[in-house]
């Protein structure tokens, strides 16, 4: 056997010794500390501060802070971060830290040098808000109103993100209550007001001229929190109804609401402040599901989940199996996570159908429970596995029948502009961005070039080609997506690596012609930015610093990114490049068979506001965040660095074979 057949086997033996009893894989997603602070916070408003999870919660705070004694967004950024830093800050004063403990002193110290409160983002606000720490009547306010208007609306919730509407629902009833659960005084935070509150500007900073958009809905802002104090509010109590029925309707078999942490949290705060209490089922269901697995333990604390990847990880180390020529009838495994996945498949009502009424439910979610918002990548990637061994099961009729489900729904999905979005179709109102609540991730759900290569891939594996209408439009929009260096950006992976890792193998599934011009030019594009261990990396930083676009400390992941690409453009001229990878992942693969990969590779939110690709030479000043993507939220996927690897050992050992 050579080293590559070697390293290739202990990766498998990996993944079938860490496959979980039901069938699934499952790699916790780190994140940032908002997630802890915030538990703790809610924690206070619930009057849970009893929690048994509470000290290792705390624990697992601590333990992130920086040396300069701040919060980052990502692992080694360039500096931290100013909204992690302010809330991880409060909730160590929750906690009962002192103002004059190491770790506070730290922490203040960087958070008055760095601007204070006056630059801290809307949802840090709200959390100070709910505390008694900053005045309601200096928040944005999100009127519950907003749940009447109707599909054609621009402000309808539906033109959000899915992940935004599952927010802005329960944040409304918050908004419109106003609620306070004060700390106690030996526990508030005047000490990051050092001139004091009487004195301190509590007014937004303005990010645009007088007359403008932002100038605009800043005024209507101000209408709305002058609104919210007048004692003649027709609908209001109606609206608020309507909010709750909705996040009734919404929870999810797990507890959650919408497959993420912020909804989940903020439900059981709005819920609660309506006077449901903490004994009711909904609320208990979405306490338990924190001592469940939305929660996990690590050395250095109990973190909390920002969300969990299970069907994503599970299918894609399903491809990467196939990709190592592991037979399906012949693995245990495989058949467990087969027969697993397949009773996930979702078939119910989603938000998706508001403009889409026509279309009959079929596709996998993200997470395990979130029957609401399938996903477009998770489908997509889930046909590519069923595709490739359809015929290995030619009586198996409720696999062809869900299929014919999943392309016909995964087709209708397709954006007017020939792409593919993350969970809706032409979500890309950029109105809804101008709003003041929108000043931290992102709004919209715009089509991206990443789940567009996916998708084709997908139609390609099932034999549809690029003369196909649905797949030429997509291709046109991938061609017009593309960067003048040949690569492309990566809406949900770390950065442009990811982008262009994602579009080759698509191209080359529907039969392009791998030696156009253009798709050589991404090809060189990776090629040039290998290091010279022979990986590849990119930093976070990329999302808003040029200088970074396929730089970085080389990881499995990334690495991984790279080869596919390159064995999907094919030709001699790469091939040194990809020997020279493969040397990279057989060397730094560990004994056990995965490899270790503490940066983030994984996207949330770049911080732009609209989710898209940006100029960043225009609009770098508008997004008033650096390097250290204070608007952004990134992810480290824990089974990327093992399944992207061991893929593109799989496809590098199959091409040089074939070459």
């Keep these: ?247 009734i309707k919404h929870q999810d078999e797990d507890g959650g609401w919408g497959g993420i942490q912020p909804p989940l949290i903020y439900s059981l705060m709005a819920l609660y402040n309506e006077g449901y209490l903490l004994c009711h089922p909904m609320l208990q269901k979405g306490l338990k599901a924190f001592d469940r697995h939305w929660s996990r333990e690590k050395e250095t604390g109990l973190y909390i989940n920002a969300s969990e990847s299970i069907i994503w990880d599970t299918f894609l180390t399903m491809l990467a199996f196939l990709d190592c020529e592991v037979d399906p009838l012949e693995s245990t495994s495989f058949q467990k996570a087969l027969e697993w996945i397949l009773g996930k498949f979702v078939e119910a009502p989603g938000d998706w159908q508001v403009y889409l009424k026509e279309v009959q439910p079929g596709a996998w979610s993200f997470e395990r429970a979130n029957t609401w918002y399938p996903d477009i990548d998770d489908t997509a990637v889930g046909l590519i596995v069923i595709a490739r061994i359809l015929h290995k099961f030619p009586h198996h009729s409720d696999m062809k029948r869900k299929l014919r489900l999943a392309i016909d729904w995964l087709l209708a999905m397709q954006s007017s502009n020939g792409g593919w979005a993350a969970f809706d179709k032409d979500n890309n109102s950029l109105m809804v961005t101008k709003i003041p609540f929108c000043d931290f991730g992102e709004a919209l759900d715009p089509p991206s070039v990443d789940v567009t290569g996916h998708v084709i891939e997908a139609l390609g594996f099932l034999g549809k080609t690029k003369d196909e209408p649905a797949i030429k439009k997509a291709i046109e929009y991938i061609k017009s997506e593309q960067e003048p260096d040949g690569s492309w950006f990566g809406r949900w992976g770390v950065n442009y690596i990811y982008g262009t890792g994602a579009v080759l193998p698509g191209l080359k599934a529907v039969g392009e012609d791998m030696d156009a011009d253009y798709v050589q030019k991404a090809a060189r594009w990776i090629a040039e930015h290998q290091n010279s261990d022979g990986g590849w990396g990119e930093s976070c930083a990329s999302y808003m610093d040029n200088s970074f676009r396929g730089r970085g400390i080389s990881t499995a992941s990334q690495t991984g990114w790279a080869l596919m690409a390159l064995v999907a453009a094919g030709g001699k001229a790469f091939e040194k490049n990809i020997v020279r990878g493969i040397e990279f992942l057989v060397q730094t693969q560990r004994d056990d068979g995965t490899w270790d990969e503490p940066w983030y590779t994984g996207t949330g939110f770049p911080g732009y506001g609209w989710g898209d690709r940006a100029d960043l030479e225009k609009v770098a000043d508008k997004l008033h965040q650096g390097p250290e993507l204070s608007r952004g939220f990134m992810l480290n996927y824990n089974l990327y660095r093992h399944y992207f690897p061991l893929m593109a050992l799989g496809r590098a050992r199959r091409y040089l074979k074939n070459r």
């Design 1 to 247: 056997m050579t080293k590559l057949d070697i390293a290739i086997d202990k990766a498998l033996d990996w993944s079938k010794k860490n496959q979980a009893p039901e069938g699934f894989w499952i790699g916790h997603i780190d994140t940032n500390c908002c997630m802890e602070a915030e538990w703790i916070m809610a924690m206070h408003f619930l009057g849970l501060c009893d929690d048994p999870k509470f000290p290792r919660i705390v624990q697992a705070i601590l333990s992130e802070q920086r040396p300069d004694g701040s919060w980052e967004v990502y692992y080694q950024a360039p500096t931290g971060d100013i909204n992690t830093t302010v809330e991880c800050y409060t909730a160590l004063k929750i906690a009962g830290y002192p103002a004059d403990s190491e770790p506070m002193t730290k922490a203040r110290e960087w958070i008055l040098a760095h601007g204070g409160l006056r630059h801290i983002r809307v949802f840090t606000k709200y959390w100070l808000a709910l505390l008694g720490q900053w005045p309601w009547e200096y928040t944005p306010n999100l009127p519950p109103e907003i749940i009447f208007l109707p599909p054609w609306a621009p402000f309808n919730i539906y033109r959000f993100s899915s992940w935004a509407r599952a927010t802005i629902v329960p944040i409304a009833l918050l908004c419109s209550r106003r609620p306070v659960r004060p700390l106690p005084t030996d526990k508030n935070i005047d000490e990051l007001f050092p001139d004091g509150r009487d004195k301190f500007d509590f007014r937004p900073l303005r990010k645009d001229r007088l007359f403008s958009w932002e100038g605009f809905f800043l005024a209507a802002d101000r209408f709305l929190n002058w609104y919210a104090k007048w004692p003649f509010q027709p609908f209001r109590e109606t609206a608020r109804k309507y909010c709750l029925d909705w996040l």
